[in-house]
């Protein structure tokens, strides 16, 4: 964690003299950080296992369950900050959570309902999600950077020269305040990433020890992972204490950006954030294409990688494997990237590792699995009814997706991280920017998932059509990204 001994390598002072007169009264916002990940764990090892499993079980009816929820996000997005000021963030994370829940509840609905009536279903569910999503996460966002900015002060507080110059105090506490978002923002989505492992490989090893068909599988599953969504809301109502903002005195909001007169967030001003400041319409089209290969990793490559190389029950072992890389580097990079400079080097070798991949795929496809010749297809090699694949097709779609996760953790971690470092004067400006990264991620994941749906473009094509679309999509984002961070 980011203590005063980093601190005063950043020029704080002498953090181990001061500490004893100060630390009676010091609060540790760690403990908060370490709720928020506890709370977030739970919610999302449910839903990011309900996610990935969704076009598993039904490829056509999961894109439309999901291409639902992305869309009424984007379209919610501006409506967060507003929320999120009315409620606190606290609450807004236990109202934006709720409809996680009735989003893992809906995959137990009869089985025997008619093609039509689980569209609907699904689709109204997946809508409800989306409406709660924007108010979830720009709660996170404001809840992480208000605890952020807390601890930084605090250790400031232990720390601190006397102060000579107001300007190089100020620098010192804008260079402590960007360490603490910087590596706070890695150690949550390290928690948040360790939930997609631990739900996948546990959904895994049901599939991997159920006999007969997959689906008699499913109520287990879902009824385990509505209990863990459920635990984690409840961590939320009762653990995660309640932070409020941390005003800077003499500190300039840019003519109140994603303020109005009255002191509310107002919809026009939240979007006037988006069209008045570079730095943030600059970092649109990477933020979407987050959402879109994150909608890529989590639609698309269960189906057209990991069990066109290894059958459907390998599915959860291979997303399991993404999110173990990704939690891992999540946590390297936000120890690494607390400066400005460091978080251009990482977003470089995002760059570059999301390069390696889809450049991969579209030059080398993935190997199709061979079924034994007394067992038609569909087959399955944990199964025994496939040949076993080469290592050298076992190695490389481990290989792209170790690099893909590694890129992915950047921009996961690294993008919230510079939005709240940048636009931090006010928590009115913080949420702002929160939602605009939402509601541009949630439109990267909408455009994917609709591409899929029965019908469209992707639909029952290969993943090399896909590759193409991200690999586009990057190389416009890295554009933007070089003109702001040059």
């Not at 950043?10 to 403990?31: D, M």
């Not at 379209?75 to 959570?97: D, E, M, S, T, W």
């Not at 991620?441 to 591409?451: K, P, Y």
Request: one cysteine or more; hydrophobic letters at 50%.
């Amino acid at each position: 964690m980011f203590d005063s001994s980093e601190y005063s390598a950043l020029g704080g002072g002498h953090g181990a003299e001061r500490r004893g007169r100060f630390g009676s009264h010091i609060q540790n916002y760690t403990k908060n950080l370490n709720i928020l990940g506890i709370s977030f764990f739970l919610i999302f090892a449910a839903w990011n296992t309900t996610q990935s499993f969704a076009t598993t079980v039904d490829p056509s009816l999961g894109d439309a369950f999901l291409f639902a929820l992305y869309i009424t996000f984007t379209f919610f997005a501006v409506l967060g900050p507003r929320i999120v000021q009315y409620l606190g963030p606290k609450n807004a994370i236990i109202v934006g959570g709720l409809p996680y829940l009735l989003g893992v509840l809906s995959f137990l609905a009869p089985s025997d309902m008619s093609e039509q009536n689980q569209y609907i279903l699904k689709v109204s569910v997946g809508a409800l999600v989306g409406f709660g999503a924007p108010i979830l996460w720009t709660g996170q966002g404001v809840y992480l950077s208000r605890i952020a900015a807390r601890h930084a002060q605090n250790l400031e507080e232990s720390s601190s020269l006397p102060q000579l110059d107001v300007l190089i105090d100020s620098n010192r506490s804008n260079e402590a305040s960007n360490a603490a978002l910087a590596e706070f923002n890695g150690v949550f989505f390290s928690f948040f990433q360790a939930n997609g492992f631990f739900g996948s490989i546990g959904t895994g090893l049901v599939f991997l020890f159920a006999t007969g068909d997959l689906k008699t599988s499913y109520p287990t599953v879902f009824t385990a992972l509505t209990i863990t969504c459920c635990f984690g809301i409840l961590v939320a109502v009762f653990a995660l204490p309640k932070v409020e903002a941390l005003e800077i005195e003499g500190v300039l909001d840019r003519d109140k950006i994603g303020e109005n007169k009255d002191g509310e967030i107002s919809l026009i001003e939240t979007l006037k954030l988006l069209v008045a400041e570079r730095r943030m319409y600059l970092m649109v089209p990477i933020i979407l294409y987050n959402g879109f290969t994150l909608s890529f990793i989590f639609g698309t490559m269960p189906v057209l990688g990991w069990e066109k190389a290894f059958g459907k029950r390998f599915v959860p072992f291979g997303t399991g494997w993404f999110y173990l890389i990704n939690t891992i580097a999540t946590y390297l990079i936000g120890r690494y990237a607390n400066t400005p400079k460091k978080q251009k080097k990482v977003m470089v070798l995002a760059g570059v590792c999301h390069i390696i991949v889809f450049a991969s795929l579209i030059l080398l496809p993935i190997a199709s699995l061979k079924c034994k010749p007394d067992h038609p297809s569909p087959c399955d090699w944990l199964r025994g009814t496939a040949e076993t694949p080469s290592l050298l097709d076992i190695a490389y779609i481990f290989a792209l997706v170790f690099f893909f996760a590694i890129g992915d953790a950047v921009w996961e971690s690294q993008i919230p991280a510079y939005l709240q470092s940048v636009f931090s004067e006010s928590d009115n400006d913080t949420n702002a920017a929160m939602s605009n990264l939402k509601m541009w991620q949630s439109l990267g994941f909408a455009l994917q998932f609709a591409l899929g749906i029965k019908g469209m473009p992707l639909f029952d094509q290969s993943i090399e059509y896909s590759a193409y679309i991200c690999a586009g999509i990057l190389l416009v984002g890295l554009l933007g990204l070089s003109m702001i961070l040059k």
